[in-house]
């Protein structure tokens, strides 16, 4: 399956932000942060997070709103929230 052109910039921002979260993640794993650098990875971890949190839910809402496979009349056309 195939990415439209308007969800595919969305899709390369979470892989990107997800694979930043996990470095992120290995990084203070590792424990040679200092403290105000476990701190700021810290910080931007929750807003990687959040983001992607985000976009899941955008998808579970596309999902839910396609409907019954075996019924398309029920599909609604999805329109992102800003």
């Known amino acids: 399956m195939s ?3 308007a969800t595919a910039p ?8 997800l694979d ?3 470095s992120l993640v290995q990084k203070m794993e590792r424990g040679d942060m200092s403290l105000d ?3 700021a990875a810290y910080e931007r971890g929750i807003a990687l ?10 998808a579970e809402l596309r999902v839910r709103l396609l409907g019954d496979p075996l019924d398309p009349v029920q599909a609604t056309p999805f329109e992102p929230t800003p």
Not at 10 to 17: D, K, Q, Y
Not at 49 to 58: D, F, N, P, T
């Open 3 to 5: 990415d439209t052109p």
């Open 10 to 17: 969305a899709v390369a921002e979470f892989e990107r932000s």
């Open 20 to 22: 930043e979260l996990e």
């Open 37 to 39: 650098e476990s701190l």
């Open 49 to 58: 997070y959040r983001s992607c949190q985000g976009a899941l839910e955008q």
